[in-house]
């Protein structure tokens, strides 16, 4: 009798693949936060507009991720996470070639559509750790990605400055360049997770569209209230580094070098957090537990950020940002793995694509709620905002505990 097919296991080639995958993904949108303002001003003859351009540059890529997200986790179901992920990475170099080529302001707006549509990978990534990792070993994968995304939080700003030097187009043609290579080495070294037979035997057309998909994922009555604490946690959190120049330029008087240097120290203490802090405390711990005391965590830290501004306080400015690394370390991988632990094996890229389509969402909400508050609530008013939809995020996560429990 044949024995069922297994999926290979996660060998050094393929983690290689992920995780320049996971670096290219954060890059398309960090390596454009120091350059954009300079390339978007050579095609944008009011001087007045050109903070309108950099902002909707920024969010065509979310909103392109909230159509792509669903179809794309969905199409891995049906045909494995090896040709999407490959599909993926050739669209976004071509999105960051478009952008180095530039010429016209909607040639910008093609490149980051493009780079959006087919960045929004994040669930098929998610859906192959799935494939081929123990639940019990998922958090450890998780916040180990996590970590190498939030070192590129760091490294991503300083090389796009750095490359700029030789050209503002420069660092989007090194970004292309990469990502081709990466096919190349997709193509010959990486393995497929999902077996033939775990694949969903049809597809339908209409289930490609976000809304459908997303309305499927919220059926699953073990999920709902997940994917509800996912979109709070993502709007809280995504509020703090939408307007923290500005804060820190309004409230400080600070340069742009000393945020950078903020950005930093937030990405080193992330790194350090899910590197070692998270993995140490799941040992003792479950990830539901871990998971809650990272958005208490998360609470008090967006409260010392706004402090530190009322207060004209670096000091407490930068408690307020390593305190919000940890929180964050502690809530985002954990809450993935309870995704993903709950979530029927047929269905990871669908719900993974539910999901990062309900994260895209809550990145085009957060920065136009905090500059609306900042502009008539007060400099740190997004802040204590984001303190209340973490308490949202807590009664969210109150009403499936007794899953956890059970």
């Not at 804060?247 to 990405?267: C, E, M, P, Q, Y």
Request: with cysteine.
């Amino acid at each position: 009798m044949d024995l069922p097919s297994q999926p290979l296991p996660p060998n050094r080639k393929a983690l290689f693949f992920i995780v320049v995958t996971v670096i290219l993904n954060t890059l398309g949108f960090t390596l454009i936060v120091p350059v954009a303002p300079f390339l978007v001003a050579r095609y944008v003859s009011n001087p007045n507009s050109i903070g309108m351009a950099v902002g909707w540059l920024s969010s065509i890529y979310a909103v392109c991720q909230i159509i792509a997200a669903p179809g794309l986790g969905l199409l891995s179901d049906r045909f494995g996470r090896r040709p999407l992920l490959l599909l993926c990475l050739f669209g976004s170099a071509v999105g960051y070639v478009l952008l180095g080529i530039g010429g016209a302001l909607w040639v910008l707006f093609l490149g980051r559509a493009i780079d959006g549509l087919t960045g929004a990978n994040t669930s098929i990534i998610i859906a192959y750790i799935t494939d081929v990792v123990p639940s019990s070993q998922r958090s450890k994968y998780f916040g180990f990605l996590g970590a190498i995304g939030a070192g590129c939080v760091v490294l991503g700003p300083a090389a796009g400055g750095l490359l700029a030097q030789f050209g503002y187009p420069v660092p989007f043609f090194v970004a292309g360049a990469i990502a081709f290579i990466s096919v190349l080495f997709g193509l010959f070294f990486m393995p497929e997770s999902l077996m033939r037979d775990r694949r969903v035997n049809s597809l339908k057309l209409s289930q490609l569209n976000p809304l459908s998909t997303l309305r499927e994922v919220f059926l699953f009555p073990q999920l709902r209230w997940l994917i509800v604490a996912l979109f709070f946690y993502t709007l809280a959190t995504v509020i703090l580094p939408s307007n923290l120049g500005l804060f820190t330029k309004d409230s400080l008087n600070w340069n742009a070098d000393r945020v950078g240097i903020l950005f930093s120290v937030f990405g080193f203490s992330s790194i350090l957090v899910q590197g070692l802090v998270l993995q140490g405390l799941l040992k003792w711990f479950k990830a539901h537990q871990v998971m809650t005391a990272g958005l208490g965590v998360t609470m008090v830290a967006l409260l010392m950020v706004s402090m530190g501004g009322i207060r004209n306080s670096s000091i407490v400015l930068y408690l307020g940002i390593i305190i919000f690394a940890l929180g964050e370390g502690l809530t985002s991988p954990t809450l993935l793995e309870l995704i993903t632990h709950n979530t029927d094996e047929h269905a990871h890229g669908k719900v993974q694509g539910g999901s990062q389509s309900v994260q895209s969402l809550a990145n085009v909400v957060g920065p136009a709620i905090a500059g609306l508050l900042y502009d008539h609530s007060g400099h740190g008013s997004p802040y204590v905002f984001g303190a209340g939809i973490i308490l949202l995020t807590f009664v969210a996560v109150s009403l499936v505990l007794p899953t956890f429990r059970k």
